[in-house]
């Protein structure tokens, strides 16, 4: 197992790898798609957001864990570069890793909860949302 944790939430060690490890007794706050999970988990009042990433194939498996670092180190890592840079993001928490001899077998990265106004899913969805084209315009010269 590979776990990192911001050092700010240090004292929250023990709460989250109890999380982690009781991932699927949590219900699916945003749904369960056919390769990902998120949740929203409450860990000594707060809430954070849990995302597990769903086993790769084979192949992909030794590619992460020998190559190419696992989307939840890299959820991470970006979540971190966009807080440097003043982008509002939520916070990264933390990011673990769980390996075999084959390769990476579950991995899971874990950040503040934020409840947004609007999210771009919404904008997706809802194509008549006030100034839905302007905002999305925006969003892609943003990005």
């Known amino acids: 197992m590979n776990f990192h944790l911001d050092k700010s939430f ?3 060690r023990n709460d989250i790898l109890d ?3 009781n ?3 949590f219900e699916a706050a945003f749904g369960t ?3 990902n999970s998120i949740k929203k988990i409450k860990i000594s009042g707060k809430t954070l957001v ?3 990433f769903k086993t790769p194939i084979l192949f992909n498996q030794l590619v ?3 190559f190419r670092k696992s989307k939840a180190k890299r959820s991470f890592e970006y979540a971190t570069k966009l807080t440097e840079l003043d982008i509002k993001t939520p916070k990264p928490i933390a990011y673990i890793e769980y390996f075999s001899m084959f390769g990476i077998q579950n991995s899971f990265y874990i950040s503040e909860f934020v409840d947004y106004d609007l999210t771009f899913r919404e904008l997706v969805h809802q194509p008549d949302y006030p100034e839905n084209q302007t905002i999305v ?3 892609t010269k943003f990005t």
């Open 50 to 52: 849990v995302k597990s």
């Open 10 to 12: 240090e004292s929250l």
């Open 64 to 66: 992460y864990k020998y």
């Open 19 to 21: 999380a982690i490890s």
């Open 33 to 35: 798609g056919k390769r």
């Open 137 to 139: 315009k925006e969003f």
């Open 23 to 25: 991932f699927n007794s």
